[in-house]
């Protein structure tokens, strides 16, 4: 089990190899990943004393003014498709993140459920990025990234 403090967190994250640093403006862990030469900043949040963890990653996209509602609607559909739905917009910087919030149980937290987390916002975002920045970049509308992936399916 890993104690809900900072410094524990920290040690967690370097025996899984992870280059994880605390971002001093914050005080919060972060973590770059990356995947296709995009950086996918990670931050890690205590919350509430250590009853809650907050998992939070960037994608690596602006949303321009006139995408908000296409990536918007993206987002929710692929919310309602995932076992771990997190996306997010935030409209007034325009960025997209993947969001998740652990319970803890005693101000503890499994290190296998903790893996498994930090695993699965990697997996996500690494497989909605690219749709989630064309969309959000005004590339593809939305209708344009339904039927091109309703074609890649029909393929299968």
């Not at 992870?18 to 990943?33: K, M, R, S, W, Y």
């Not at 498994?116 to 509308?141: D, R, Y």
């Amino acid at each position: 089990m890993i104690k809900i403090a900072q410094h524990s967190l920290l040690t967690e994250l370097k025996k899984m190899n992870l280059d994880a640093q605390v971002q001093e403006e914050t005080n919060q862990i972060f973590i770059i990943f990356k995947h296709e030469k995009r950086e996918f900043p990670l931050f890690i949040r205590i919350l509430h004393d250590g009853e809650l963890l907050q998992l939070l990653t960037f994608i690596p996209t602006h949303v321009k003014k006139e995408c908000v509602n296409d990536i918007s609607r993206f987002l929710h559909m692929v919310n309602k498709e995932l076992d771990v739905p997190g996306f997010c917009l935030d409209e007034m910087s325009g960025t997209v993140f993947y969001r998740l919030l652990l319970p803890t149980l005693k101000k503890e937290l499994s290190n296998d459920i903790f893996e498994a987390f930090l695993n699965t916002s990697q997996v996500v975002c690494k497989t909605f990025s690219a749709a989630i920045e064309a969309i959000s970049s005004g590339v593809m509308s939305l209708d344009e990234v339904i039927k091109k992936s309703q074609e890649q399916v029909a393929k299968a």
